[in-house]
C-alpha cells in the first residue's frame, strides 16, 4: 500500500472518529434517509436549492429520498416535473399535495381540528400523526441549505426518544411564561399531560428547523398535550405560541441535536436559504422577495431559476 493511500486512510479514520464524538451514538444500521418538507408558500427555487445542496453534501446521495409537500391546489404533476428537469438525473422525490394530509384529518374531532387549524407549525409530526411516515424521517425547513451530510444526522441513535432537535437558547421558557403560573397549570393540569418535575425558566426553546423524528416512539398524548399548552399559554403570534406549547410538551423528552444542525447564516451544518423566493399573504395574495445572499446560486443556475420561477 502506497503511503498516498495509507494517509487518505488514515484521514478517513481521524475524520470519522471525531464525527462520532461530535454526533454521540449512531445508529450504523441505518442506511436510507426520507427527507420530508413542507412549504406554505410554494416556490420550486426554494425546494430545488434545499433538495441539491442536501445531495451534493451527502457522501451517499443514491441513498436520500425526498418528500415535498406542496399546498393544495393546482397540477401537483408540474411542480414535479419542472423540479426533476432541474436535479440530477437519478434523483429521488415525490411531490404531494398536503390536501393528502388534511383529507386524514378527522376535523370533527378536538384533535384533528387543532391539527387543521395548525397544520403549517405543526408539519414536522404531523407526517408522522397522519401515517404518511412510519419510519426514521428527517424533518428539513423548506427554505433551507443543506451543507453538512444529511446521512450523520439520521443515523444518530434517539433512544426512546421520539424526536431529535436543535435548542434557540436566544429565547428562554421564562421570557414567554411567569413560571408561578406554569406551576399553577402543571398542579391543575390533567394528568399525562405535562411533566411532572418542577419546569427551568432558563431552559431553551426548541428549534424545528431540523427534526429527527422516530414515529414509533411517539406518545399517544402528543397532540392533547401541545394543544393542552397552546391554549394555556398566552402568546399573540401563532407560530411562537406552537413553538412554545412544542417546548412543552416535548420538555425533558427529546435528544438535543448537536448545534452544528441549528439553523444560522453561517458556519452550520444548515443555513437559511438566501434566494428570491414567493411570499403568500394572510388573504392569498403573492409577492416576490428578492435574496440577500448568493450562496444559493451554488446550487441553482440562472437557467435552471428561469424554468423554476415561471
Known amino acids: 500500500m502506497s503511503h ?22 449512531i445508529h450504523p444500521e441505518v442506511t436510507s434517509v426520507d427527507v420530508f418538507s413542507w412549504i406554505s408558500c410554494l416556490d420550486l427555487r426554494t425546494l430545488a436549492v434545499l433538495t441539491n445542496s442536501t445531495l451534493s453534501s451527502s457522501s451517499h446521495p443514491h441513498d436520500v429520498s425526498f418528500n415535498l409537500l406542496i399546498p393544495e391546489g393546482g397540477n401537483d404533476q408540474l ?13 429521488n422525490i415525490t411531490i404531494t399535495s398536503q390536501k393528502q394530509i388534511t383529507d386524514k384529518l378527522n376535523v370533527t374531532t378536538p384533535e384533528g381540528n387543532f391539527l387543521w387549524v395548525v397544520r403549517n407549525e405543526l ?20 427554505d433551507s441549505i443543506i451543507k453538512g451530510k444529511i446521512e450523520d444526522l439520521v443515523r444518530i441513535d434517539l433512544g426512546n426518544y421520539a424526536i431529535g432537535a436543535a435548542e434557540d437558547c436566544s429565547e428562554r421558557l421564562g421570557d414567554y411564561i411567569s413560571m408561578d403560573v406554569l406551576n399553577v397549570v402543571q398542579r391543575m393540569a390533567p394528568k399525562g399531560l405535562v411533566y411532572s418535575e418542577p419546569y427551568d425558566k432558563n ?64 458556519n452550520t ?42
Not at 408539519?123 to 423548506?142: D, E, G, M
Not at 392569498?284 to 437557467?303: F, P
Open 79 to 91: 411542480p414535479y416535473y419542472k423540479l426533476k428537469s432541474v436535479l440530477p438525473a437519478d434523483s
Open 123 to 142: 408539519s414536522p409530526i404531523i407526517i408522522t400523526t397522519t401515517q404518511l411516515s412510519r419510519k426514521r424521517y428527517v424533518y428539513i425547513s423548506a
Open 203 to 266: 431552559a431553551c426553546l426548541l428549534d424545528f428547523d431540523v427534526l429527527l423524528a422516530e414515529p414509533r416512539n411517539l406518545k399517544r398524548n402528543l397532540i392533547p398535550s401541545i394543544a393542552f399548552w397552546s391554549r394555556v399559554v398566552n402568546v399573540a403570534n401563532q407560530r411562537d405560541r406552537i413553538r412554545l406549547a412544542m417546548t412543552l410538551a416535548f420538555y425533558d423528552n427529546y435528544l438535543k441535536l448537536p448545534p452544528n444542525w441549528k439553523r444560522e447564516n453561517a
Open 269 to 310: 451544518d444548515i443555513v437559511y436559504y438566501d434566494g428570491p423566493k414567493n411570499v403568500c399573504s394572510e388573504d392569498d395574495g403573492q409577492h416576490q422577495e428578492k435574496g440577500s445572499g448568493k450562496t444559493w446560486q451554488q446550487y441553482l443556475g440562472q437557467k435552471s431559476e428561469a424554468i423554476l420561477s415561471t
Open 4 to 25: 498516498e493511500s495509507d494517509y487518505n486512510q488514515l484521514c478517513r479514520m481521524r475524520d470519522n472518529s471525531h464525527q462520532r464524538r461530535r454526533m454521540g451514538a
